[in-house]
């Protein structure tokens, strides 16, 4: 697959960067990291040292993960809304069942994760030798998770260092991988909104076991003749407001960071381009279109994948039920002790083990045509995508944008 249109993209963010540089004078209340700065200034661990090291010059930094142990860091800082942005080397070859985690989150400790957080994810879910990475990001708010995609990357990123960044503003939330956007989540300030905006987050990055789910849903086990594996992180950098309880000044400011600025709130004309390219090219699931997913509760693999242009109708009602359907929590599985999973049993989340799997609601039909109903409502998939209704209320759903995230 050939990446097309990046250069233009390159000058875009050329320009930024620029702009960047030439306003970085003015900003006291904003953070910024000197690339000089170690790791004990910024960052705590939440691992044994024998699972964290540096590189000689203290740039560099590896954590490992075998199986007595995976490990894990985090800002000591929170902040709200800013440009957050690190350079990572994943774990190469037969990485399968290794998931290295790089997110932020405003209330995840050591010992799990709030039931009120807000967190913005990415997980590169590792594979076996030669077999493509995953990248899955997702998105919560005030606990409720539930929306997952999936892309595969156009290089390999376990042979070289690339950068994994997010974009946060009132806004939008955009999650890129070398410049190019593959994620924008929009605030589209509906009530029914699901966008994180209050609370102020640290981030964070672990690498551990989840061979119960990660690879193949979970078929792939983690060889751990092989261990330890080691993922690679270097260049953190923020440009963001840092939180002060109770209120840091810059949060009353933020318009005047480039980071929250106009034309911070859109793509731009070149990160369309790259953006519809890598929808093209790249998304492997969505969540918005999972139709399969409110039948089984889980992931289908990308292969599963039977009529890619189906969009699954979203109501308030479907939103509740998506969110009982998340995936595993990386937090519960145990970044710090990998086999001893920190709260969450394997397989106790029902949706994903057999013995409680979620059965089809089989015998309604479809008020329309009167098709069998695969779900719990009132119509069936196609009839609900052409009124536009959501499928399990029969609510019209007025403005789809939000919910297929196309409307940059
Ligand atoms: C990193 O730590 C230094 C020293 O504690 C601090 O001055 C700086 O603001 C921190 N940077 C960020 C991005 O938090
Ligand atoms: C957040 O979730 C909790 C339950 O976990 C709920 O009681 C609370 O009302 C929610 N807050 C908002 C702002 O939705
Ligand atoms: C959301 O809507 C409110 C009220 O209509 C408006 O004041 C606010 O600026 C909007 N926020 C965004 C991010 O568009
Ligand atoms: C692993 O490789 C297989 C085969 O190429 C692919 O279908 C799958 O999406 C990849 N990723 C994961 C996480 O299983
Ligand atoms: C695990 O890795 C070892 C060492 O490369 C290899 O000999 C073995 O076949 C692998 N096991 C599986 C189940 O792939
Ligand atoms: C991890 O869990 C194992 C098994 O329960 C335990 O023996 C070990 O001490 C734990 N390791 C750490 C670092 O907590």
Not at 52 to 74: I, P, R, V
Not at 300 to 307: A, L, M, V, W
Not at 312 to 321: L, R, T
Request: aromatic content about 14%; charged content about 25%; glycine content about 6%.
């Amino acid at each position: 697959m050939e990446k097309r249109a990046s250069s233009m993209a390159n000058i875009f963010l050329i320009s930024v960067v620029l702009f960047l540089l030439s306003c970085s004078s003015i900003q006291e209340t904003v953070a910024q990291t000197p690339s000089s700065s170690s790791f004990d200034d910024n960052f705590s661990k939440t691992c044994p040292e024998t699972h964290f090291t540096t590189s000689a010059d203290g740039h560099t930094w590896y954590l490992s993960l075998d199986k007595s142990s995976g490990c894990g860091f985090e800002t000591k800082d929170k902040y709200r809304f800013g440009w957050f942005s690190m350079k990572l080397k994943l774990v190469g070859g037969d990485s399968a069942g290794v998931v290295t985690a790089y997110y932020m989150c405003s209330d995840c400790t050591k010992l799990g994760a709030g039931p009120e957080r807000d967190e913005i994810d990415f997980e590169f879910l590792g594979n076996r030798t030669g077999q493509p990475y995953t990248i899955q990001t997702n998105v919560y708010k005030n606990g409720t998770g539930g929306r997952e995609m999936r892309h595969v990357l156009w290089f390999d990123p376990t042979e070289d260092f690339h950068s994994y960044s997010v974009l946060w503003n009132p806004h939008q939330l955009l999650f890129l991988v070398d410049k190019t956007p593959i994620r924008v989540y929009k605030n589209a300030n509906y009530t029914n909104n699901f966008f994180p905006i209050e609370k102020p987050m640290s981030l964070f990055s672990s690498i551990w076991n989840a061979d119960d789910w990660a690879t193949r849903g979970g078929l792939e086990k983690t060889n751990w003749t092989l261990a330890p594996f080691v993922s690679s992180y270097k260049d953190f950098s923020v440009d963001a407001c840092k939180w002060e309880d109770p209120y840091p000044a810059c949060v009353s400011t933020t318009t005047e960071h480039w980071w929250d600025q106009y034309p911070s709130w859109y793509l731009s004309n070149d990160q369309k381009v790259d953006y519809a390219w890598v929808q093209r090219n790249l998304v492997v699931y969505d969540y918005c279109k999972d139709s399969e997913r409110e039948i089984s509760g889980e992931l289908p693999s990308s292969s599963g994948h039977k009529n890619p242009r189906f969009t699954a109708m979203v109501c308030e009602k479907c939103e509740k039920k998506l969110s009982k359907v998340i995936v595993p929590d990386k937090w519960k599985e145990g970044a710090h002790n990998t086999t001893e999973a920190g709260g969450r049993k394997i397989n106790e989340n029902k949706l994903l083990s057999k013995k409680h799997r979620w059965t089809p609601y089989g015998t309604t039909k479809c008020i329309i045509c009167k098709q069998q109903v695969h779900q719990d409502g009132k119509y069936c998939h196609t009839c609900a995508y052409s009124k536009g209704v959501c499928a399990m209320c029969g609510k019209q759903v007025l403005d789809t944008k939000f919910y297929k995230q196309s409307n940059v």
